[in-house]
RNA sequence: CGGGAUGUAGCGUAGUCCGGUUAUCGCGCCUGGUUUGGGACCAGGAGGUCGCAAGUUCGAAUCUUGCCAUCCCGACCA
């Protein structure tokens, strides 16, 4: 017993942190608040990538790559974009380094002070529309549809494993078009897409919504989001799409001759998700005996585990799960197996468990002889005998089924987890208690959202799309109200 | 950045209060063998700047100061 997980009960923190670093997902690095990400957990990643980078094209987009460096001027162009970045900006002041003349090892060389002091990118909207300013002169130019995959930079105070890193990896798209309508309908409809994957490939179940004013991204006239929630109750936003009205085009100055001929500025938006997605989805799926990962983004949907005495049998078992190997493969289905001799089967069981592989196949001579296999499913944790006669049509099946189950069980946990409260009291006791998120009557005042988080810990996780409209009173100050907002304690 | 806790081999730890031979134990690792249906067993072996740096002392894992890192709780945030 060399990987003890501690209990989700125990300790939910320490939980989610054994997770990522006995399911060898991640490591801490030698640099504060950055982390290593590990081949496990960057199989991860490049999987989700792939899907969202065809989810992009899909949709028109076109990828490209901005400098990681940002000239300081520009990132004071936007008031409202500067404010939101500027307390947790990486600076770059110099460009050599030289041998310290008292013999301490190397030191910045101050003769090599930068004229203008570089960024490291916290985002890319400012180098990206002064690029944008050179590419857009006509309304045949729009709408300009890009994506980047990049590592950006925020010096935040507290990090945690892919939650909030110092530095981290995610795609930004920024569009622009030639009117506002567009320009929200590509917002939205990115916003769908981030839905779409959260649901149907991570299995995580979220909420569609606006932010209020106070939530919105720096620069943006309206910030929309994808919420979800954890299995302790806490909500986490796995994703944002900005429409930035004109006011990045008017800070760069970004116009374009529209049909009769006359300069406007162009409507832009921007939208992006991060490293942080493996955050979320580890912690609205996985249990106390490690991760539990959907087959549509697991790195190994299947492992084959041969249980043998003697070379003899090794031999046979050998022979019959290369059939099984070749006819997944042929379906596309990722699967390993693991004959390593090192380690005995009830070892490689709890490992890959730990792991969160999906599938688990177990093959005995005695299997064989009945003609059958031990499959065992992750998320149920239930084992059952599957003939070997199409045990690869039946595996499919069933990495189906259980793609479909985990989003089940985690939609009824979110469906569960949405309480109204019409009083504060109400409102705190479901905070205390089960948590999640709270429908509740709020007058639309940031002074009040102000004092609710002050007194609460819980935010306006956001406002949702198609929210139906009822008249109510603000839980907090009794004033009319003609909606309910989502509020929860997040991460 | 404030408050609290922790830091001894890859992991988990004893020893620290009250300084004194060669730093304890388990897991893991290496070699050989027996094993293999839920984290195997036997035998032998390797592995340590006791977080880092100064200081006190004849002598520091142990005492003092500073620093660093991680975790928890706040403020900030995807």
Redesign the pocket.
């Known amino acids: 017993?060399?990987?003890?997980?501690t209990a989700r009960s125990q300790?939910?923190?320490?939980w989610?942190?054994d997770l990522v670093l006995?399911g060898g997902l991640a490591d801490?690095?030698?640099?504060?608040?950055?982390?290593v990400i590990k081949p496990y957990g960057f199989a991860l990643w490049e999987n989700m990538r792939d899907v969202l980078d065809r989810k992009f094209k899909e949709t028109g987009h076109q990828n490209a790559y901005f400098p990681l460096f940002i000239p300081k001027s520009f990132l004071s162009k936007e008031a409202e974009h500067v404010d939101?970045?500027a307390?947790?900006c990486a600076v770059v002041t110099h460009h050599r380094l030289m041998n310290d003349p008292n013999g301490g090892g190397v030191v910045v060389d101050p003769e090599a002070k930068l004229e203008e002091e570089l960024i490291v990118r916290?985002t890319s909207e400012t180098i990206i529309w002064n690029t944008y300013r050179d590419w857009i002169k006509s309304h045949r130019d729009l709408p300009l549809l890009i994506n980047q995959w990049a590592n950006?930079?925020?010096w935040?105070?507290?990090?945690?494993?892919?939650?909030?890193?110092?530095?981290?990896l995610?795609q930004e798209g920024h569009t622009a078009h030639a009117t506002a309508e567009e320009a929200i309908a590509e917002t939205v409809q990115m916003l769908d897409v981030y839905a779409d994957f959260a649901e149907n490939f991570m299995a995580v179940p979220v909420v569609k919504g606006v932010k209020s004013p106070?939530?919105?991204?720096?620069g943006a006239v309206d910030?929309y989001?994808i919420e979800a929630l954890m299995q302790d109750g806490k909500a986490?936003?796995?994703?944002?799409s900005h429409f930035l009205g004109q006011n990045f085009a008017k800070a760069f100055d970004v116009k374009f001759s529209n049909k009769e001929n006359k300069l406007e500025y162009v409507w832009a938006t921007s939208w992006?998700v991060?490293?942080?997605l493996i955050?979320a989805l580890i912690m609205a799926h996985s249990d106390d005996?490690?991760l539990v990962l959907p087959p549509k983004i697991a790195p190994l949907q299947v492992v084959i585990v041969?249980?043998?005495?003697?070379?003899e049998q090794?031999a046979a078992l050998d022979a019959r799960v290369q059939v099984i190997m070749d006819e997944l493969k042929k379906a596309g289905i990722r699967v390993k197996y693991d004959d390593n001799?090192?380690?005995?089967?009830?070892?490689?069981?709890?490992?890959?468990?730990?792991q969160g592989v999906p599938v688990?196949i177990?093959?005995?001579?005695?299997?064989?002889?009945?003609n059958?296999?031990?499959v065992?499913r992750r998320d149920k944790?239930t084992?059952e005998?599957l003939s070997l006669d199409n045990l690869s049509g039946q595996i499919i099946d069933l990495l189906d089924d259980i793609q479909t189950s985990m989003f089940n069980k985690a939609k009824e946990f979110q469906q569960a987890s949405i309480t109204k409260a019409d009083t504060f009291e109400e409102f705190q006791a479901i905070l205390d208690g089960k948590a999640g998120f709270v429908a509740a009557h709020w007058d639309g005042t940031a002074e009040t959202e102000e004092k609710i988080?002050?007194l609460t810990?819980a935010?306006i996780r956001c406002i949702p799309l198609n929210n139906p409209q009822e008249e109510g009173k603000c839980i907090l100050t009794g004033k009319p109200s003609k909606e309910r907002v989502l509020f929860a304690?997040?991460?």
């Open positions: 017993m060399s990987k003890e997980i300790d939910y923190a320490k989610y942190n006995k801490y690095s030698a640099v504060r608040g950055c982390m939101g970045f307390k947790e916290p950006v930079v925020r935040e105070m507290r990090t945690r494993l892919f939650l909030r890193t110092a530095e981290f995610w106070s939530e919105r991204f720096a910030t989001c986490l936003q796995a994703g944002t992006g991060s490293t942080r955050g005996e490690g041969p249980i043998y005495k003697g070379e090794k001799d090192n380690a005995r089967p009830g070892w490689k069981f709890a490992e890959y468990e730990l688990r177990a093959l005995g001579a005695r299997d064989l002889e009945n059958v296999a031990e065992a944790k084992k005998s988080k002050e810990k935010t304690r997040a991460y």
